[in-house]
């Protein structure tokens, strides 16, 4: 998966998080989760050991981190009523598998498999830049995560304008639930088939299942922020 579909994972599930438990502070350490293995991991093992490891998803994308951080979260959140750590972790865990982590078992599992395995790639981070401009679906993510961020850092100033404008967003957000619904629905069925969409670097089924598991999630949010004016 590419940056802006991992950012916009974490947002959605940051979101839910919120909306499940009532408690927004899980939503920045989710969000960051999700971007934080490639963060860490491709600046590590294709600059500081490229000559050792020379890979890109090395130990923030293992198996045992995640669910090391996952547990000393829940141990944080019930000592001290803080969901941020456990955010975090689910953040992470989200990267590693929109990442399809265990079709690299031996790094996934690591230290148990042995060594990390991966091919050092010469100019790596330009052709990953080339890709990530180059992908139409990722520009429109990264149009839309902007106006999330957006909408978040200006929330006071246009909390009013929005009151006033209570139907027409109802009408936005009703209509973005149902086209990302139907987008969800026919992802899922493309991926069951068996098919793959490489236009947008989704090479293997299973990514396009994923992909439409995220973006249902994302239609369930704008169908249940259709009164979203009434909470602001």
Known sequence: MYFFFHLFTGIVLGFL????????????????GAILP???????????????IGYGRIFTHTLLLALL??????????LRNDPSLVALGAGILSHQVLD???????????PLLGSFQGNNIEGFFWIEF????HNPFEVILGGMVLIMVLAVLFHSRISPILKEKRSVISLIMTFSALVFGSLAGILIGWGLGGHTLKQIGWGRPEELIL???VIAAASLLFWRWQNITGRL
């Open 17 to 32: 998080f919120s909306e499940i438990f009532h408690d927004r502070r899980g939503l920045i350490p989710c969000t960051l």
């Open 38 to 52: 490639d963060l860490i991991d491709k600046p590590l093992g294709h600059i500081i050991l490229s000559s050792s």
């Open 69 to 78: 951080i996952v547990a000393a979260g829940i141990a944080y959140w019930r």
């Open 100 to 110: 399809l982590m265990w079709r690299q078992p031996v790094n996934w599992y690591y």
């Open 130 to 133: 080339l890709a990530e401009i």
């Open 211 to 213: 992909g439409g598991i």
